[in-house]
């Protein structure tokens, strides 16, 4: 079993920067991709970002490239989203997100084993 909990986000001016964190236990979390899920309101959950288990392979929505930057301290087990120059867009509740043992980079819904608590993040413009 793996437990994520999560840190951050709030409200936040729009052009500004937030960062999210997350802290994983459990097992082989060190071999799981693992990612951040946004869920707008009225909306599905999509993933924003994730990293390889090694760290070294990202992937990113197209809303966000250039934007956000998703890294991992696998000595810690924690993951982080730093998002800059935030648009109302950005708004919804994030989701940090582990996949299974071995897990490709690309996470989808289907493919994600565990899951944080939640994070509402507001941009007001």
């Known amino acids: 079993q793996v437990q994520l909990v999560q840190s951050g986000g709030g409200l936040v001016r729009a052009g500004g920067s937030l960062s999210l964190s997350c802290t994983a236990s459990?097992?082989?979390?060190?071999?799981?991709?693992m990612g951040w899920f946004r869920q707008a309101p009225g909306k599905d959950r999509v993933v924003v970002a994730s990293?390889?288990?090694?760290?070294?392979?990202?992937r990113y929505h197209d809303s966000v490239k250039g934007r956000a930057t998703i890294f991992r301290d696998n000595a810690a087990n924690t993951v982080h989203l730093r998002l800059n120059t935030v648009e109302p867009g950005d708004t919804g509740v994030y989701y940090c997100?582990?996949?299974?043992?071995?897990?490709?980079?690309?996470?989808?819904?289907?493919?994600?084993?565990?899951w944080g608590q939640g994070t509402q993040v507001t941009v007001s413009s």
């Open positions: 459990g097992r082989e979390v060190e071999n799981r991709a």
């Open positions: 997100a582990a996949g299974g043992v071995f897990s490709a980079v690309a996470l989808e819904i289907k493919t994600v084993e565990h």
């Open positions: 990293v390889s288990a090694r760290g070294t392979i990202t």
